[in-house]
């Protein structure tokens, strides 16, 4: 929380900010330094593990935890476009390619006006507009994972050009000379694709266009004798966004954009156990627009206005077993067997969210003193064309229900000292129900928006100049989250009821050092409780639950074109229930777990230290950067998931990665 | 704690491979080391609430089977929550539980279905509850199948203690949320499920049979002490497609267009049968086929794969197995349970003489 505005440095961290478009807390890093920031393989969106708030996820999945909220909670908006994920399957690689990055901020939670449909955190990516290069530049990367490459440019005075992708290889890699692997191993197949023209239409004045793809398919098949328990699953998701943006700042104050966008989604996920086989298969068309405008009124008061809309239309196919996907709260084992009771739904949903925002900042005690007060309304309407399961061939009945919701924020932030200074904020949010979840047969087409209330405290020290600390306390409540009835005669089309309640609490710390001489570093933790309860209940671990993370990562630039960084990592184990005993299934030859109290086992302690090293030879109209990274340095066994014997009488581990060389190879011209 | 690695070169390719491993760890189930439910079978094989049925608990420990276990029978009376994986709701796991009607405790036991099973385990509107709304029925298996559930405890189990399994009983309810036409051509084209039988258990060492003799309902045979001993189980074949006169009332077949095959209740296959099924949340029925699975156990030694099988696209109907003999001689018991995908069940044991 000081000194935002400070530009110019090598590396920029920007933790909250004082100017309207800020949050109340939040980290940004630029794209060139999170590119070399080691553990991330070069990903500059991977760098957001590191900050603080974020939870180590499993090695593999690639959720995204912040707070100790859902992933599906935490938005994740580039350039104001909503996308359904950051990192493409197995967390190896986020969905855009880095040098189409200019910043990423990850905003935990507290923020504006300006954001919402989400009770969780955010994650906003800046892209480049490639106004500002000279010529045409472009990069060409390939490691262990995949290949890729950009081309940008100016063309003219007036027009920008850019186009970009990547493609993994590991996957047709082990097609070839290992195919039996993949029967075993989810191997990640994926692509991603960006392509972008602006135009500036006058000075201050900007237009431009752009496209970004993604697309992941991952399967795997574990083989078995009895065909009753082999088991395959598959899971897919594209997703296609078209945006036209238009930025025009005054340089008076005065600041307005447009943004209006269309995309698809697409995306299934079919796992199959036996003869029983479960999809959730998805549709999703949308549209969107914001527009905003901010002005100044006077030296001390500066308002923003906007309009943040979004229209999804979801056509949903689900079909076999109740219970799976598995969701926050199931008590289950890595492993078990799903039920083999089925049913089958095909219903469509439409999302309505239109909301108008207002957001003043009042400046008061010679701008010491910044009080910023903003109000989102937003109907969270939605439409579901099915109110009831199908019966026979009688006529289907839709319904329509909307939860008109007023979600007023507040940050107050006061700077004492040009060295130090102090926060608080709080707010209201909301979320619409996921679309899945919405089935009348295994969901409920009448879950409501759920709610939160967000609440932060921080306090900021410069005690020396290269050196930045930034404290802040966190506490959030959420209610009205779906969860699985557990009544033994359930409602029809009550199978989810929004009756669970969720709650976090803890503090992070941000210990970081500017670019000085070379070097830079930053240390990041965040100790956190997450816990949810059905209404009335007791209050258990959240599945969500890491109580701490600690990373501490460095680097240092030396002479001939070498770049040293080292980074470190602690993470608590995530919780787990403990089984107990096992019961037999003799019709189905399976044994059932008996389970302990839910989620108070852990998994162990998971540390990992990683290297990277990289070297930049200059040629004559380019460079050439060779990198290593040295994953889990120490080849530390970290357990990842737990899993038993079939009648659950032993117990095991599955551990991570071993140390891994990762070779990098990056053109650039 | 044993600890799975992932195997180089595919750790050095593939950090992305959890949730990835099928039955990593040793299956050691097979293997009888205590006494333990081996198979519960059920006679007939699906019933209509208010019939009767007997069920025989298989029960085995480390000298064999223990064909007078005085083992105990609860009735569940308790319909499961959604959220719950098991085959049961948890009241009814528990011994002396009130959501359990108990059976006289022995081997077997005579169960008459209760009434309403179909409405409590199956596509029956569940009973009214006073200010609630209509209750959810219960979703079918892949097979379209509902299942009344009974605990099985061990012989003396005291109050409270868990139950060794949970029997699932094939119930007979009728076809719910489809048209009366649909209706009409399921309950004339679906007949009960017919339990396996087991045809044959071939044995041979490095080729050469070896001669199973049987006394009564023992079988014996002698195997050299160490030796890998190959198995071949075989059930009866059953028509892929319905034929009038061929002896088998197949799924789809109607006692009105061959009286000859199903007239009189049908005579049902006791392999892989054809059987219809509505297409879940549709209003079509469709043609499917059992699939069948055999699984091993055994008092020593050890079994290549403890368990094998045929899908239902697989027409064979055998599988084979390897057991590898201890080196010591004495007696072991090898016990086979065929199932099928409908629920029915039936068992063999043998006992090998390792000379």
Not at chain 1, 364 to 382: M, Q, S, T, W
Not at chain 1, 482 to 498: M, V
Not at chain 2, 297 to 323: H, K, Y
Request: glycine share 10%; with cysteine.
């Amino acid at each position: 929380m000081i000194d935002p505005e400070e530009e110019g440095d090598d590396l920029e961290i920007l933790v909250s900010a004082p100017t309207l478009k800020k949050q109340a807390v939040s980290v940004e890093i630029d794209a060139e330094q999170a590119r070399i920031v080691p553990g991330t393989q070069g990903d500059v969106l991977r760098v957001v593990e590191n900050m603080p708030g974020v939870a180590r996820s499993s090695l593999g999945s690639g959720a995204l935890v912040v707070w100790g909220a859902a992933p599906e909670d935490t938005g994740v908006y580039i350039d104001g476009v909503r996308v359904p994920r950051l990192y493409h399957d197995g967390g190896l690689r986020s969905v855009l390619s880095g040098d189409f990055v200019r910043t990423v901020e990850l905003v935990p939670g507290g923020y504006g006006a300006a954001h919402g449909r989400g009770i969780g955190g955010l994650v906003i990516v800046d892209t480049q507009t490639f106004s500002e290069d000279e010529g045409l530049n472009g990069t060409a990367t390939a490691d262990l994972y995949d290949a890729g490459g950009s081309l940008h440019g100016r063309v003219g005075e007036r027009l920008s050009l850019g186009v970009g992708g990547r493609r993994s290889h590991v996957g047709p890699l082990l097609e070839r000379f290992s195919p039996e692997v993949e029967d075993l191993f989810p191997v990640p197949h994926y692509w991603d694709l960006q392509a972008r023209a602006g135009v500036r239409l006058r000075a201050n004045e900007d237009l431009d266009i752009t496209f970004l793809g993604s697309g992941d398919d991952t399967a795997r098949t574990a083989p078995n004798p009895d065909p009753s328990r082999e088991s395959a699953e598959r899971r897919t998701l594209q997703f296609q966004r078209l945006y036209l943006r238009y930025t025009r700042d005054t340089g008076a104050g005065q600041v307005i954009r447009g943004l209006v966008f269309v995309g698809a989604d697409q995306s299934a996920l079919v796992t199959r156990y036996g003869a029983v086989e479960t999809a959730l298969r998805s549709d999703t068309r949308l549209i969107g627009a914001r527009v905003s405008s901010r002005h100044r009124v006077g030296d001390a008061l500066s308002v923003e206005a906007g309009f943040d809309a979004e229209i999804d239309a979801v056509d949903v196919d689900r079909a076999g077993a109740l219970a799976v996907p598995a969701r926050e709260g199931d008590i289950r084992a890595f492993g078990q067997a799903p039920p083999d009771q089925i049913n089958a739904d095909s219903f469509a949903v439409v999302t309505v969210n239109a909301a108008p925002y207002a957001e003043a900042d009042l400046g008061l005690a010679e701008d010491r003193l910044h009080l910023i007060a903003g109000l989102r309304v937003d109907p969270y309407a939605r439409a579901v064309s099915r109110s009831a399961p199908q019966e026979g061939l009688s006529p289907t009945h839709g319904l329509y229900e909307q939860d008109l919701r007023r979600e007023p924020r507040l940050t107050v932030r006061w700077t004492p000292t040009p060295r130090s200074s102090l926060m608080a904020a709080w707010g209201r949010y909301g979320q619409q129900p996921q679309p899945g979840d919405l089935s009348a047969s295994f969901g409920n087409p009448t879950l409501p928006a759920a709610t939160a209330v967000h609440r932060v405290v921080g306090a900021g020290l410069r005690p020396i100049d290269p050196l930045h600390i930034d404290l802040v306390g966190f506490s959030t409540e959420a209610e009205g989250i779906a969860t699985r009835s557990t009544a033994e005669q359930p409602a029809r089309a009550e199978a989810l009821l929004p009756i669970q309640e969720a709650r976090s609490y803890g503090a992070q710390l941000m210990a970081r050092l500017d670019p000085t001489g070379g070097l830079y570093g930053w240390l990041s933790s965040t100790v956190a409780w997450a816990e949810r309860r059905v209404e009335g209940g007791e209050w258990r671990p959240s599945d969500y639950d890491q109580r701490v993370v600690l990373t501490a990562l460095g680097g240092a630039e030396l002479p001939w074109g070498l770049n040293l960084g080292l980074r470190a990592r602690v993470a608590t184990g995530l919780p787990r229930t403990e089984v107990v005993g096992a019961l037999y299934d003799p019709r189905r030859d399976l044994y059932q777990p008996l389970f302990g109290a839910q989620n108070e086992l852990r998994l162990p302690t998971f540390f990992s230290a990683d290297l990277r090293f990289a070297k930049t030879v200059t040629l004559p109209t380019s460079a050439l950067e060779l990198s290593l990274e040295v994953q889990n340095l120490t080849n530390r066994s970290n357990t990842e998931e737990l899993l038993y014997t079939v009648d659950y009488t032993e117990r095991g581990q599955i551990s991570g990665m071993p140390l891994l060389p990762v070779l990098g190879l990056r053109w650039s011209f | 704690m044993p600890t799975l690695h992932p195997a180089r070169p595919a750790g050095l390719l593939l950090p992305v491979l959890l949730a990835a491993c099928a039955d990593p760890l040793d299956d050691n189930s097979a293997l009888i080391t205590e006494e333990r439910l081996l198979a519960v079978v059920a006679r007939p094989a699906e019933v209509a609430p208010g019939a009767t049925q007997t069920l025989t608990g298989l029960w085995a420990g480390p000298e064999g089977l223990i064909g007078e276990a005085a083992l105990g029978w609860g009735v569940c009376r308790r319909p499961k929550p959604l959220a719950e994986l098991g085959p049961a709701a948890p009241d009814c796991l528990e011994a002396e539980n009130s959501a359990l009607e108990s059976l006289p405790a022995g081997p077997t036991a005579s169960l008459t279905v209760p009434e309403d099973a179909c409405s409590l385990f199956g596509p029956n509107p569940p009973p009214p509850v006073e200010g609630e709304e209509a209750g959810r029925p219960a979703d079918p298996d892949v097979t379209g199948g509902f299942y009344q559930p009974v605990a099985v405890f061990a012989p003396e189990a005291a109050e409270g203690e868990i139950a060794a399994g949970i029997a699932s009983l094939r119930l007979r309810c009728d076809l719910a949320n489809v048209s009366q036409e649909t209706y009409i051509a399921w309950n004339a084209g679906y007949h009960d499920n017919l339990a396996p039988e087991i045809e044959s258990l071939e044995l041979e060492v490095d080729g050469a049979p070896i001669e199973v003799a049987r006394d009564g309902g023992e079988a014996t045979a002698p195997v050299p002490a160490g030796a890998a001993v190959g198995l071949r189980l075989a059930w009866p074949e059953c028509p892929l497609e319905a034929a009038c006169g061929d002896g088998v009332c197949s799924g789809g077949e109607t006692g009105e267009a061959c009286a000859e095959d199903c007239g009189a209740g049908g005579l049902g296959c006791a392999g892989a049968e054809t059987y219809v099924v509505q297409v879940p949340g549709t209003d079509t029925l469709e043609l499917a086929r059992e699939s069948v699975s055999v699984a091993w156990f055994t008092t020593a030694g050890a079994f290549d794969a403890p368990r094998g099988g045929r899908a239902a696209d697989d027409a064979a109907r055998m599988v084979d197995a390897e057991w590898s003999a201890p080196t010591t001689p004495g007696e072991v018991l090898v016990v086979a349970v065929l199932r099928d995908s409908r629920g029915g069940a039936s068992a063999l044991s043998l006992t090998l003489t390792v000379e």
